[in-house]
């Protein structure tokens, strides 16, 4: 019997090592941190505006098939906030 590994009480291990040097790559896989860019988190901003107004953003966002960030953020643009498209896209689509 092998010696035990740490917290596994009193089994033998010897099959599992065997079973792990026959099935599992002796290496990890290279992880390149310089190909993958995390993407940029968003920042929540609350706004309260009054209700009539919040209802016209809805219905104007919901006629153009757009959520209403996509709305606020063409309307930001056009103001001439620098916001790229993909700033603008749908999130959930992706």
Known sequence: MTK???GLGNIDTSALDNYASDNFPKTQPSR???TKKKPERDVTITLRIPP???K???IKAATADKTQREFILEGLKKMGI???D???ADRRKS
Do not use: G, M, P, T
């Open 52 to 54: 009539r107004i919040a």
């Open 32 to 34: 390149d941190k310089s």
């Open 4 to 6: 035990a590994k740490k």
């Open 56 to 58: 016209d953003l809805r």
């Open 86 to 88: 993909e700033d603008i």
């Open 82 to 84: 620098d916001i790229k």
